[in-house]
């Protein structure tokens, strides 16, 4: 089987930085490079183009100019809850993948039935990303334009589906509304996307809103405060869709979207050297630790560690942290899943206690067939009842696991930058920042089971009383147990779903101190070379000068 090409940058630069990662346990860096592997071994891969910005900002309106049709839906409230994704094909079709990772088609009138707040509140579909191909993008073969769900959503509610596109973008636009140009969310967010994307550059949308006279202003603004906090010039496209938008998508088209569809293969590369830049330089970073270190004498050495990797840099503490957290979380489970179960229990044992009471009006047989009549009854009512009520906990496990995805990440920063912080204090040497990337842990709904329960087994009394004695009683002690089994079964699915849920707490806990057990680990080997690595230090640090530099800082 023939090998595809791979950029020759997989062989220049990637392996040169895993064998000095490698050699000296750098393996912190082992994420940024598997993000670099997976993009090298996808030489025909599709290059993405996302648009980020806040509630309002004008995100969808945008790629609906660039398609030149309203495919995506807009509106006053927050619409768009849903990673989009559009490409070029012959006739328009979408297809809609769950979490779960089923895939279905869909008519494309009825897109946002999964992707809008409103249609699909939080997301009890369990959406994943929705696919959209359109015949618009033709001038565009070989790009994807992604519509992400808001400011950071995509780093805050990171998903497997998220991570198999994000490696691939070639250009980060961000969306800026006039009326709230570049705030502290808008200036993070740009400061996430750097390591990921090659090309940002931002759209100022709704220009109409301010006067002709003070658009400049508010331009060089934005352009000076960019410079400062990317350090790096950031293209500003001024965007209305009530003034002149067509001459500004034929801009966008032109200076961007074009030449990145004219040539592909070199894109891709160009998006790996940035991301391969970024590992380089933290490399680069922990290596000039390694060289200080190296250059200390033993006590010294020794002393410089403990400064370093101090009492709040413990492992234990860390981890401790991270568990008190995660058993708040977890407890939260159960009574949040109960609240929802059980709020349903006085509808569902009226509608049950009903349905029971007419059957069983017209119900012949001795005890035992009408006791076994029941059981089957029961079942299949309690299943028919309870599927579409467990279908409501799926929003509730995700915003649990959103808060705790949240709370460790908070956890994992604040370790990050106590760490940094001891290595500048120290060594006068500024770490880069080491974003913690979850993967999503495995989410299985619990199956929907109807225990052995409906009471007496009746048909052992059916030999000593006959039936025409006992059946009004019979009936009455039926139909009373009825609130008595709702509730049974309502909190075995509430702890069905609470342990489910726990599981995946527990799996992000897992990762979130693993990444610190890896940051410690690096730490402590580059603290602990000897005057006898010098050498071999200095040399890596000329092997990775040597590795191609992808930071781009000219105009898009």
């Given at each position: 089987m023939l090998k595809r090409a791979r950029p020759a940058i997989d062989s220049n630069g990637l392996l040169t930085l895993r064998q000095i990662a490698g050699r000296f346990g750098l393996s912190t860096l082992e994420p940024a490079l598997a993000a670099c592997d997976a993009l090298a071994s996808q030489a025909d891969a599709i290059l993405d183009v996302a648009v980020f910005g806040q509630f309002k900002s004008g995100k969808s309106s945008l790629l609906n100019a660039i398609l030149g049709e309203d495919l995506l839906p807009v509106g006053a409230i927050p619409v768009t809850a849903i990673v989009t994704?559009?490409?070029?094909?012959?006739?328009?079709?979408?297809?809609?993948?769950?979490?779960?990772?089923?895939?279905?088609?869909?008519?494309?009138?009825?897109?946002?039935?999964?992707?809008?707040?409103?249609?699909?509140?939080n997301n009890r579909l369990q959406v994943a990303i929705v696919d959209v191909v359109s015949p618009a993008l033709a001038d565009l073969l070989g790009l994807r334009l992604v519509d992400t769900p808001g400011l950071g959503s995509v780093f805050a509610h990171n998903?497997?589906?998220?991570?198999?596109?994000?490696?691939?973008?070639?250009?980060?636009?961000?969306?800026?509304?006039?009326?709230?140009?570049?705030?502290?969310?808008?200036?993070?967010?740009?400061a996430d996307l750097r390591p990921h994307a090659p090309r940002i550059m931002v759209v100022l949308s709704k220009i109409d809103l301010i006067s002709p006279p003070d658009r400049?202003?508010?331009?060089?603004?934005?352009?000076s405060q960019l410079c400062a906090a990317a350090s790096q010039d950031i293209p500003i496209l001024p965007f209305s869709t009530r003034e002149d938008s067509k001459r500004c998508i034929d801009q966008l088209k032109r200076t961007v979207l074009s030449p990145l569809a004219e040539d592909t293969a070199q894109q891709r590369s160009r998006t790996l050297r940035h991301k391969l830049s970024h590992a380089r330089r933290a490399a680069t970073e922990y290596l000039a630790v390694a060289l200080r270190a190296s250059e200390q004498t033993d006590a010294d050495r020794q002393r410089l560690a403990t400064a370093v990797l101090d009492e709040s840099m413990n492992e234990s503490v860390i981890r401790d942290e991270l568990s008190l957290a995660s058993c708040k979380l977890q407890r939260e489970c159960r009574p949040k899943f109960e609240k929802l179960f059980l709020?349903?229990?006085?509808?569902?044992?009226?509608?049950?206690?009903?349905?029971?009471?007419?059957?069983?009006?017209?119900?012949?047989?001795?005890?035992?067939?009408?006791?076994?009549?029941?059981?089957?009854?029961?079942?299949?009512?309690?299943?028919?009842?309870?599927?579409?009520?467990?279908?409501?906990?799926?929003?509730?496990?995700?915003?649990?696991?959103?808060?705790?995805?949240?709370?460790?990440?908070?956890?994992?920063?604040?370790?990050?930058?106590?760490?940094?912080?001891?290595?500048?204090?120290?060594?006068?040497?500024?770490?880069?920042?080491?974003?913690?990337?979850?993967?999503?842990?495995?989410?299985?709904?619990?199956?929907?089971?109807?225990?052995?329960?409906?009471?007496?087994?009746?048909?052992?009394?059916?030999?000593?009383?006959?039936?025409?004695?006992?059946?009004?009683?019979?009936?009455?002690?039926?139909?009373?147990?009825?609130?008595?089994?709702?509730?049974?079964?309502?909190?075995?699915?509430?702890?069905?779903?609470?342990?489910?849920?726990?599981?995946?707490?527990?799996?992000?806990?897992?990762?979130?101190?693993?990444?610190?057990?890896?940051?410690i680990a690096t730490l402590t080997a580059v603290l602990a070379q000897s005057p006898a690595q010098s050498q071999s230090i200095r040399d890596a640090i000329s092997e990775l000068e040597n590795v191609a530099d992808g930071v781009i800082h000219g105009d898009l």
């Open positions: 994704r559009v490409v070029a094909g012959p006739e328009l079709s979408t297809r809609v993948t769950r979490i779960d990772g089923a895939v279905e088609s869909v008519s494309p009138e009825t897109i946002e039935d999964y992707i809008s707040e409103s249609r699909n509140p998903t497997r589906s998220t991570r198999d596109w994000l490696p691939n973008v070639a250009v980060a636009i961000v969306v800026i509304s006039a009326d709230r140009p570049l705030a502290d969310e808008d200036r993070r967010l740009i400049d202003v508010v331009l060089e603004y934005m352009r709020s349903h229990a006085a509808a569902l044992t009226q509608s049950i206690q009903q349905s029971l009471a007419a059957e069983m009006s017209g119900w012949t047989g001795g005890l035992a067939e009408r006791s076994e009549r029941l059981r089957s009854w029961m079942r299949a009512r309690f299943s028919a009842e309870l599927t579409p009520i467990a279908e409501q906990a799926a929003p509730v496990a995700t915003d649990l696991l959103a808060a705790a995805e949240m709370r460790f990440r908070r956890i994992a920063e604040a370790f990050q930058d106590r760490l940094r912080r001891n290595v500048t204090r120290e060594l006068g040497i500024a770490l880069s920042a080491n974003a913690w990337q979850p993967i999503p842990p495995p989410r299985t709904r619990p199956p929907v089971s109807i225990g052995q329960t409906f009471m007496v087994h009746w048909e052992l009394l059916s030999w000593l009383v006959p039936m025409g004695l006992v059946s009004n009683f019979f009936q009455r002690h039926c139909v009373g147990s009825v609130p008595r089994e709702v509730e049974t079964h309502l909190r075995r699915l509430a702890s069905e779903w609470s342990e489910s849920t726990s599981l995946a707490i527990a799996d992000l806990e897992r990762q979130a101190s693993a990444g610190a057990t890896q940051e």
